[in-house]
């Protein structure tokens, strides 16, 4: 054999192992950790093919953002909060904030003059991009949690603030797990 075929047969072979080999590490979609306990509950996930997903619009509002527990009677609302916090690098709604959420949708059906604003947040690791895209995911997230609790999709502005807006200062996982949040506020809506 002459060293032009051997080498044609060699890069030949190279090419079919590196196309094996990215084929082998290519990543098929999985649900993130967590998603079993939304889907228990008969919600779905960003990104999982809800049928809501990628369909929230922005309603008029007029006025600030007005935290959701200084809106809501405790007596009323008694889990009502202003903030659900995430896992590392995940978007997933985990299921001791279920609560929260469960009285946010209840609060905020029962007074239709204000839209939800989630506000989606992240740690200071990772790229801007990166943070701005996790942020949204986990206002979506949240947004499809409160809608598959009956909040109509219309009434929600979802806005990811990335690493921009830290909670707790500091370079460690103490800071870091406060800062991977949403924020829910009530606005008053400009069409009521």
Sequence with gaps: MSTFTRRTINGITVVLALALLLGACARTPKQPAG???????????????????????????????????????????????????FDYDRYNIRPEFTTCL????????????????????????GTMEYNMTLGE???QSAASYVIQRGLPANRIVTKSYGESQPLALGHDESAWRLNRRCEFFGVPSAGR
């Design 137 to 139: 995911n986990r206002a």
């Design 35 to 85: 998603a079993q306990v939304l889907a228990e509950k008969g919600i779905s996930s960003p990104g999982l093919g809800g049928e809501d997903a990628g369909s929230i619009t922005r309603p008029p509002m007029s006025g600030a953002p007005i935290p959701l527990s200084q809106l809501a009677d405790p007596s009323e609302f008694p889990g009502i909060c202003d903030r659900i916090h």
């Design 102 to 125: 469960d009285q946010v949708a209840a609060y905020m059906i029962r007074h239709p003059e204000y839209v939800l604003l989630i506000e989606g947040h992240c740690d200071e690791r």
